[in-house]
Nanobody
Framework: QVQLVESGGGLVQAGGSLRLSCASS????????MGWFRQAPGKEREFVAT????????LYADFVKGRFTISRDNRKNTVDLQMSSLTPEDTAVYYC?????????????????WGQGTRVTVSS
């Protein structure tokens, strides 16, 4: 059974930082691109960041550029999202996802595997 499990969410004040981590089990994702998405209350799930299979290529949503960094460790089957300069607008449930391809992709339809999400709340 393939599982993606996110951790690291929580409550943080505006301007603070959080590091989200995603661990995979049941299937290695070393040849797959990985991504982070988020979904705020009442809004659709949106793309945040993606990283290709070997970590050499990354893409970010415009609203997180310069603030968030995605990384992966294929030896540990983990993908992290370092978030800084957080604002209340970053409040959402953050989801880790495994793509069907090895290249960076930004559409939810390109991802086959999803975690259950971890909640991030940024207070003002």
């Amino acid at each position: 059974q393939v599982q993606l499990v996110e951790s690291g969410g929580g409550l943080v004040q505006a301007g603070g930082s959080l590091r989200l981590s995603c661990a995979s089990s049941g299937r290695p994702f070393v040849l797959n691109a990985m991504g982070w998405f988020r979904q705020a209350p009442g809004k659709e799930r949106e793309f945040v960041a993606t990283i290709n299979w070997n970590g050499e290529n990354t893409l970010y949503a415009d609203f997180v550029k310069g603030r968030f960094t995605i990384s992966r460790d294929n030896r540990k089957n983990t993908v992290d999202l370092q978030m800084s300069s957080l604002t209340p607008e970053d409040t959402a449930v953050y989801y880790c996802a495994g793509a069907s391809s090895s290249a960076t992709v930004t559409s939810t339809g390109d991802y086959r595997y999803w975690g259950q999400g971890t909640r991030v709340t940024v207070s003002s």
